[in-house]
């Protein structure tokens, strides 16, 4: 079960889709669901009804609504073709943490708001790029975020990049799970072993797990790296986060 939804922000209009399991009677724990470098398309609808159907109300926006609405990437096309990733970098470049941090309002203020929404604690997932953006949701409300996980993150160590994650997660006071691709040239392992350093650092719950032989973009089923069983691994290990924070 899903609807769409227009969120006021700060900086405009977030289009976003909720889900909640068919059966859903009355409001559910919440948790934010942050796409990929590819933006909204059914592998994420797929996978955002699946973590709703444990039990939970899902809000997936639309990372890019500054720039278009709905689906980036054009019907036919996929995400990595040359001519559509130059347009998916600009847009993901407009993601600053500023602008970030003007979306976790917009969205935490929908959840307040909705009825499928349940008072409480809400859990967060981000993919690919949108890992970072989860620690970031988490480290900045650590009074609303009880979980937050990465899968195949990109990027959260960098030592020459001042906007990383890893600088801002001593904040965090919920439960944090990454779960990292094997041999991953966009989170190497310097990078993981420099972010596990800072969470420790900061007494943040924290697990870490290497999928071995799992490539970058395990869990989009429209990539080339889609691994079914890395995927099915993540729905089990994020169910089991979620469970036991929500």
Known sequence: MSRAIDIPAADGTIDAHVFTPGSAEGPLP?????TDIGGLRPCYHEKAQQIADNGYAVLMPNVYYRNARGPVVPEGKSFRDPDVRPTLFEYAGHLTPEAQSRDFVA????IDGEAEFADGKVGVVGYCMTGAFALRMAAEHP???A???GFH???LAGTDDPYSPVHVVGTIEGRVYLGHADKDELLPPEQIARMDEALAKAGVHFTTELYKGAAHGFTAKDAPAYDATADALHHKRL???LEETL
């Open 153 to 155: 993150s990109a990027r």
């Open 30 to 34: 919440a948790v934010v669901l942050f």
């Open 147 to 149: 979980a937050a996980a």
């Open 239 to 241: 169910a089991m986060l």
């Open 143 to 145: 009074d609303r975020i």
């Open 107 to 110: 969205l935490l203020d929908c």
